[in-house]
């Protein structure tokens, strides 16, 4: 059964940094089957960062240049970078695998 564990959200200054972690188990681990998105308060859902064939990783406008997203294929773990975070970030982060699984979702509160 695959189970995804989020951790690494918090409160954090504005300014701020946050590196999240996505561990996943009961499956082979692979970055480019992960996506992480962002549900802010009275906000859909909405698609944070996300591996492309051949193109590297698509980011939302919002974060480009700010988030970066990565993986550990020994730690079976993906990781979204987050950094000079702003209050707009706030919002509760989920990631996403194989086009099935999501995490429970963590919060950053970006807030001075």
């Known amino acids: 059964q695959v189970h995804l564990v989020e951790s690494g959200g918090g409160l954090v200054q504005p300014g701020g940094s946050l590196r999240l972690s996505c561990a996943v188990s009961?499956?082979?681990?692979?970055?480019?089957?992960m996506a992480w998105y962002r549900q802010a308060p009275g906000k859909q859902r909405e698609l944070v960062a996300a591996?492309?064939?051949?193109?590297?990783?698509n980011y939302a406008e919002s974060v480009e240049g700010r988030f970066s997203m990565s993986g550990d294929n020994a730690k079976n773990t993906g990781y979204l970078q987050m950094s000079n975070l702003k209050p707009e970030d706030t919002a509760v982060y989920y990631c996403?695998?194989?086009?099935?699984?999501w995490g429970q979702g963590i919060q950053v509160i970006v807030s001075s």
């Open positions: 009961g499956t082979i681990f692979s970055i480019h089957l």
């Open positions: 591996p492309t064939r051949g193109r590297g990783i």
């Open positions: 996403w695998y194989d086009g099935n699984y």
